[in-house]
């Protein structure tokens, strides 16, 4: 019963999800370990149960509290971006959300570093990777801007909501020759980027148009 629930059926099926991962490499994924990563994570999962015919969508869904859960290109391009410099031991994440970003990301990564300013979210995700055997996602409630400096620097910094402009903390998290991919911008004009890391310099470059919820200062 409980692989029935965590491999799906119908809509939720394995047949269901590889049409998925054929969309997303027609829309230019080429990463082929993050396009079997999508595949096998069960996004049913993490999202109300209510939606989960919709899981494998190529779109964001609503998972409370005025949060998203990403549409799966994007969960995609961001893990294959950050990907493209080489492996990648330590990872941090700005906004847990449901959990799903940092899911994928940890079947790619040495530890996964994942920060959620909504509790009730950061509960459910906890659970989430409990049963589905997740260990090397690390969890903190706390607003993003800070970052989680006790554990940096990081090999890569990936943030899921988005700052009117890079919150400083962040860029001094991230490891020489790291890479952070980010969306920048008011609601309606962000755009997803990439910022690499060589020693005292920071290159930003613009990837594409996005929407994600803002990146919000406290918890709650």
Do not use: C
């Amino acid at each position: 019963m409980v692989n029935r629930h965590i491999h799906g059926i119908g809509m939720t099926s394995q047949r269901t999800r590889s049409r998925l991962v054929e969309r997303l490499r027609q829309e230019g994924i080429h990463n082929e370990a993050v396009l079997a990563v999508v595949r096998d994570v069960p996004r049913h999962l993490f999202v109300d149960e209510a939606l989960a015919s919709r899981a494998y969508e190529d779109t964001a869904l609503p998972i409370g509290h005025g949060q998203t859960i990403s549409q799966p290109y994007i969960v995609a391009r961001m893990t294959e971006v950050l990907l493209e410099s080489g492996p990648l031991d330590k990872v941090l994440e700005i906004g847990t959300g449901s959990g799903y970003q940092a899911a994928v990301m940890a079947a790619l990564a040495g530890t996964v570093f994942s920060v959620e300013r909504i509790k009730p979210l950061l509960d459910q995700a906890r659970q989430r990777f409990r049963e589905l055997g997740f260990k090397n996602i690390r969890l903190k409630l706390d607003d993003g801007h800070p970052g989680w400096p006790a554990n940096g620097p990081y090999d890569a910094i990936i943030a899921t909501a988005a700052p009117e402009k890079v919150p400083a903390d962040l860029l001094v998290q991230l490891a020489d020759g790291g890479r952070m991919v980010i969306p920048i911008g008011p609601q309606g004009r962000q755009m997803l980027t990439l910022i690499q890391r060589n020693g005292d310099e920071f290159l930003q470059q613009p990837l594409e148009a996005v929407s994600f919820v803002p990146m919000i200062y406290g918890g709650r």
